[in-house]
């Protein structure tokens, strides 16, 4: 299995940053996309950012130009980089990866625990 730590979550005021983290472990032969999502009170999960293996991100129109992904292949970590954050940002952010636990498995797709950001004056 892979489990998925996220910290970095809290309260901040608007206009602030956060940095997310997530790290990957477990019995991993090989991971690959790693992502953020969030969820706000009453909607549904949404994809924030995205990054492959070999660095190909991808982002929320929401977040473009205030949110970065970043990842260590060595740690088998992710980051989210939160700047000028907004109060809509306010969510529970969750870590994604899909992983293969060995040469033969097929793809799994596994989730973090999730972490609260809440952004608030």
């Known amino acids: 299995q892979v489990q998925l730590v996220e910290s970095g979550g809290g309260l901040v005021q608007p206009g602030g940053s956060l940095r997310l983290s997530c790290a990957a472990s477990?019995?991993?032969?090989?991971?690959?996309?790693m992502a953020w999502y969030r969820q706000a009170p009453g909607k549904q999960r949404e994809l924030v950012a995205d990054?492959?293996?070999?660095?190909?991100?991808n982002y929320a129109d929401s977040v473009e130009g205030r949110f970065t992904i970043s990842r260590v292949n060595a740690k088998n970590t992710v980051y989210l980089q939160m700047n000028s954050l907004k109060p809509e940002d306010t969510a529970v952010y969750y870590c994604?990866?899909?992983?293969?636990?060995?040469?033969?498995?097929?793809?799994?797709?596994?989730w973090g625990q999730g972490t609260q950001v809440t952004v608030s004056s």
């Open positions: 994604n990866c899909n992983a293969r636990l060995s040469e033969w498995a097929t793809m799994g797709d596994y």
């Open positions: 477990g019995s991993i032969f090989s991971l690959y996309a």
């Open positions: 990054i492959t293996r070999d660095g190909s991100t």
